[in-house]
């Protein structure tokens, strides 16, 4: 009796002792995340922890001192509740492999279920009837899917290699221009810009670069090399940051373009910060926040779910109670800043610079197709205004820079079909914004061999 006592005496104690220790692991815990102690963000050592204390509180309330004399009873509790626990974390982990491969295969899925009218999400282009009508559609959207992007010192991001029918991006990261002759000695033209002049929508053949290339080689009378670092979600400082880079380097062109207005207005729009890139939230998140989250917000199942929330406001400019105006002037300042700051390089490094402002679908006067109006009507107003007062403002100042053109008027009087979505338009339009650069360029030249007669 006095043996049993004391062995009973002990299993209190070791109890007692187990679900205090768990207890305090996971107040320490908490306490040392709440006041930074342990690094913000919550972790996977973190967790860890946590579960390692209630382990030990769980296995103090399984130890009952009544169950000594019967260990079988203790013995099969503790199978029971292992057993329970490995079907409950088994069934978890195939739930959520499951949710995850369902969300995977859901864009596909969608884009053979949703309506034309979808625009949020650029693959579906595939749907609108322009694409089904060309021969080429339904392998340029099968490639596009194929794109991607990877990190890269200064600019953020660039497009990782990809070879395909319609699309090609070479070892750097460019999308390749067809037909064009980079020898030692050939004129050389560095082209910059986002998604608009990367060519979003537009197979190799269709971008803005490609109808460039024959056009500037008539113009010149010899070959030229048409080289492409527009990156998809660009603004106006990232490419001229990836010109530094190129001139740091040695590469120095003989002209260079920039086609800019709409991703400088988006980023401001969304972020409401002044020559903000696209999306700084969600590269500020993969520099603060923690591999655990990071790989929660990068699958597949946390973005459908994003896109399916009940809730779809938009957190912009507006929201953030920014005066549109005061906005638009920034963004109208920073941009010629960069123009300033390419003027400058230019006079050192020796070449000709040219800055197009682009057409914007909310402005202009193109007679709008029933789908185009459409996607107009599902453009936010707040960005619609922004992008006004933007525009109005930048051919208020545009008129002292002499290298800088507002051709935000070139779709103007154009009936048939030619915006895809809110910010991108087919060949035809790219052939049309290409005609009218090389109309510029081909002016600017006869005026500079006029000037250097006289």
């Keep these: 009796m006095v043996e049993e006592r004391r062995q009973l005496k002990g299993f209190r104690w070791l ?27 919550i972790t996977l050592g973190k967790i860890s922890v946590v579960l390692a204390g209630l382990g030990m509180v769980l296995l103090g309330w399984l130890i009952r001192p009544q169950d000594i004399k019967d260990r079988q009873v203790l013995a099969r509790r503790m199978a029971n509740l292992y057993q329970g626990a490995a079907i409950l974390v088994l ?74 029918p319609t699309i090609n991006i070479d070892e750097q990261g460019l999308r390749q221009t067809p037909g064009i002759d980079c020898s030692a000695g050939v004129y050389k033209v560095f082209v910059f810009g986002g998604s608009t002049m990367w060519g979003d929508g537009s197979p190799d053949w269709g971008t803005i670069p490609a109808y460039l290339q024959p056009g500037l080689q008539t113009i010149r009378g010899e070959p030229v090399c048409i080289i492409n670092f527009a990156q998809p979600g660009f603004v106006s400082t990232q490419s001229v940051v990836t010109l530094l880079t190129e001139l740091y380097e040695g590469n120095i062109p003989d002209l260079v373009i920039f086609y800019d207005g709409i991703n400088d207005v988006f980023g401001a729009y969304r972020s409401g910060q002044v020559g903000a890139h696209l999306t700084p939230e969600e590269i500020a998140r993969q520099f603060n926040g923690n591999h655990l989250v990071k790989y929660v917000e990068n699958s597949a199942t946390f973005k459908l779910l994003q896109r399916l929330a009940s809730n779809p406001q938009l957190i912009t400019y507006e929201t953030r109670n920014i005066p549109a105006g005061a906005l638009a002037e920034a963004v109208v300042k920073a941009y010629f800043g960069n123009y300033r700051v390419v003027e400058a390089l230019a006079q050192y490094y020796q070449f000709d610079y040219l800055f197009f402002f682009q057409p914007a679908l909310p402005l202009g006067k193109k007679p709008l197709t029933p789908l185009e109006q459409m996607i107009k009507d599902e453009i936010d107003p707040a960005l619609v205004s922004l992008y006004r007062e933007t525009y109005h403002k930048a051919r208020r100042d545009g008129a002292q820079y002499q290298h800088f053109y507002d051709i935000s008027d070139v779709l103007d009087g154009q009936t048939t079909l030619l915006w895809f979505d809110a910010y991108h338009i087919i060949p035809e339009g790219n052939q049309r914004v290409a005609d009218r650069m090389l109309e510029i360029i081909s002016e600017k030249l006869e005026r500079n061999e006029a000037a250097q007669t006289e």
């Design 91 to 164: 069934n978890t982990l195939l739930l959520l492999a499951g949710l995850e491969l369902g969300a995977r295969a859901w864009p596909q899925l969608a884009g053979r279920l949703s309506s034309p009218t979808e625009i949020n999400s650029v693959p579906l282009g595939a749907a609108i009837p322009y694409y089904q009508s060309q021969d080429w559609g339904r392998q340029y959207w099968a490639d596009f899917s194929r794109y991607d992007g990877e990190f890269r010192p200064y600019m953020l991001w660039r497009g990782v290699p990809l070879a395909s």
């Design 15 to 41: 109890r007692l002792s187990l679900m205090l220790l768990g207890v305090t692991i996971i107040a320490l815990v908490i306490g040392a995340h709440l006041r930074g102690i342990m690094g913000g963000g």
